[in-house]
């Protein structure tokens, strides 16, 4: 979506931390086609030894680039408050999904409102720090 695009440059250019009142991480990818490092803000979670992200891709019914990279394996790395983290990234699933997506409506951003306009199950994923 191009509004998905807008204001993930202006979020990167203004260096913003918070968006929609959450605090943001800097996700770099690198692009499993394109070979090509790709930084996408997000919203999160922080849960304490991992930072908890959705897969919305801003209410879109297809699988963000972030999260298609993650899964072909190409390692991530997040930024948060300036500090750089190489991470891997997993899908959360069954009681411990529906706990984190309760928690990340509730004190995130209103995903629930993505969820009823898509046909896909949008993915909980955790970024977990690598060695």
Excluded: C
């Amino acid at each position: 979506m191009l509004l998905n695009r807008v204001a993930n440059v202006v979020v990167r250019r203004l260096g913003l931390r918070r968006f929609r009142g959450a605090d943001l991480l800097m996700l770099t990818t690198t692009g499993r086609k394109s070979g090509q490092p790709r930084t996408t803000p997000l919203m999160y979670l922080d849960d304490g030894h991992r930072w908890v992200v959705v897969a919305s891709n801003g209410g879109a019914d297809w699988e963000p680039g972030w999260w298609l990279n993650l899964r072909a394996g190409s390692p991530g790395t997040v930024v948060v408050n300036d500090t750089k983290t190489p991470v891997t990234g997993t899908e959360i699933t069954g009681s411990e999904r529906e706990r984190m997506w309760q928690l990340l409506n509730d004190k995130v951003f209103d995903y629930n409102s993505y969820q009823q306009k898509v046909s896909r199950q949008i993915a909980v994923v955790a970024l977990v720090p690598t060695a």
